[in-house]
């Protein structure tokens, strides 16, 4: 399992687009392909907002924790 790589105001970022994503998801009387395409979508940003892991940043290297963070793993190593 990766380690935290989401800092605390991009998750509640993720968390809160992911909520609107699927309120509107919800909202719609038929689900065609791009309501299951954003569903998926905003499953994937709530799940990062809960867990303070994203893939993808792992993948591209990228770490939004802060400095001090002790929870957060930073790549400090040259």
Do not use: H
Not at 40 to 52: R, V, Y
């Amino acid at each position: 399992m990766i380690e935290r790589n989401i800092g605390n105001i991009e998750r509640v970022v993720r968390l809160v687009a992911g909520l609107l994503f699927a309120a509107w998801v919800f909202t719609q009387p038929d689900l065609n392909g791009v309501e299951w395409f954003v569903m998926i979508i905003s499953i994937m940003l709530i799940l990062n907002g809960i867990f303070s892991r994203c893939y993808l940043w792992y993948v591209l290297d990228i770490n939004s924790c802060d400095s001090n963070d002790k929870d957060c793993v930073t790549n400090t190593q040259c």
